[in-house]
């Protein structure tokens, strides 16, 4: 494929030196998905890319690529950054996980559609302050149908009720009402409060979700249901996700 001189709009999230003096970076863009980008002499002490290439730098990086493999880093313009993310421990380690779940659902140059202006919405949430675990509980119960698995939340997948008292089952794919609970001994045990947080966070558009006040117990039953349904069916491993794990032991 031909190569061209292209300008996107991304967030960069990963980056690693290669060779002596290059940088490989990644980017989340709006309308090309994920690319990484190679920056030729930005470790140089003279190079101006360096500084562009900061974790959570965002803005207009020009690029030449082909649509597939690496593309170079020529330029880039208005960049700026996400201070908090930058710069706060536990704020860096929710986004990284973020951008880590995106990285792993798509494949590079794939369009992330809605799925972008999901993570932009968390990052910009999270760099202001806002509750960055609940937050990072609603991507990943959005991001589920990203990775194929789309559980049922509207209604009991035995009867299909909508009201009243409900359990997740991972095996059957979604919640089960109380008169449905036998039909599967290994489901989570969640209280029907824990449940309803599910379904809200899984259902409702991301931008009503923002100001969402969940107490610490609740919060922390469904971080365990939701990790335990990743665990389940996707299975990821992340990194990122281990190094969250462990910051949070002492909180
Ligand atoms: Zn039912």
């Known amino acids: 494929m031909a190569r061209e001189l292209k300008e996107v709009q991304g967030i960069v999230f990963k980056r690693q030196k290669y060779h002596e003096a290059d940088l490989l970076a990644k980017i989340m863009t709006q309308n090309n998905g ?22 959570f730098s965002y803005g207009t990086y020009v690029l030449y690529t082909s649509g597939q493999g690496l593309s170079t880093l020529r330029t880039y313009k ?73 559980p049922e939340l509207r209604h009991c997948l035995v009867c299909g009720r909508d009201q009243g008292d409900f359990d997740y089952s991972i095996k059957q794919g979604g919640i089960l009402c109380s008169q449905h609970f036998f039909t599967d001994a290994d489901r989570l045990h969640l209280n029907p409060k824990e449940t309803a947080v599910l379904r809200t966070i899984g259902l409702l558009p991301y931008e009503r979700l923002g100001s969402i006040q969940i107490s610490k117990n609740i919060k922390h039953s469904t971080r365990k249901a939701i990790d335990r349904i990743y665990q389940d069916t996707i299975d990821l491993n992340l990194k990122t996700k281990k190094f969250l794990d462990e910051l949070n032991l002492f909180v």
């Open 34 to 55: 994920i690319i990484t980008m190679i920056a030729r002499g930005a470790l140089k002490p003279k190079s101006k890319l360096s500084a562009a290439l900061l974790n």
């Open 78 to 150: 208005n960049i700026k950054q996400f201070d908090g993310l930058f710069s706060d421990l536990t704020k860096n380690a929710y986004a990284s996980f973020i951008l880590d779940l995106i990285d792993h659902a798509f494949t590079e140059y794939q369009s992330l559609g809605k799925y972008n202006d999901l993570a932009v919405f968390a990052l910009q949430k999270i760099d202001q302050g806002a509750d960055a675990e609940m937050i990072t509980q609603i991507v990943q119960m959005q991001l589920l149908a990203a990775y194929g698995v789309e």
